[in-house]
């Protein structure tokens, strides 16, 4: 099992989503939350659709990497493990579903 470390942004995000009284989100951070304790527990072996790797990106050995949580809305969360112990969360993106 690995450790997750949250960027400010991400962290601030998240939060914002668990504190709103609107129900679609706290659907959406629940759905966040349980896409990010599936990495937690499968760290680099977590595969699509949950992860998709970016090949091209790499540091110090790190490959970057990108959650992929579907729900109302679509979020994706880039991220990379290092030293398969720890995940470090960079960035959340959203963008409107297209069905």
Do not use: W
Not at 22 to 48: C, P, Q, S, W
Not at 69 to 76: A, C, D, L, P
């Amino acid at each position: 099992m690995i450790k997750i470390f949250y960027d400010k942004t991400v962290h601030k995000e998240l939060t914002n989503l668990s504190e709103s009284p609107r129900k679609e989100d706290k659907v959406m951070y629940a759905e966040i939350v349980r896409t990010i304790e599936l990495l937690k527990h499968f760290g680099n072996n977590l595969e699509e659709p949950y992860s998709k790797t970016f090949n091209d990106y790499k540091y110090e050995g790190c490959v970057l990497k990108e959650l992929r949580i579907v729900t109302i809305v679509q979020y994706r969360i880039f991220y990379f493990i290092y030293k398969g112990k720890a995940g470090i969360l960079l960035y959340l993106s959203t963008s409107v579903k297209n069905d």
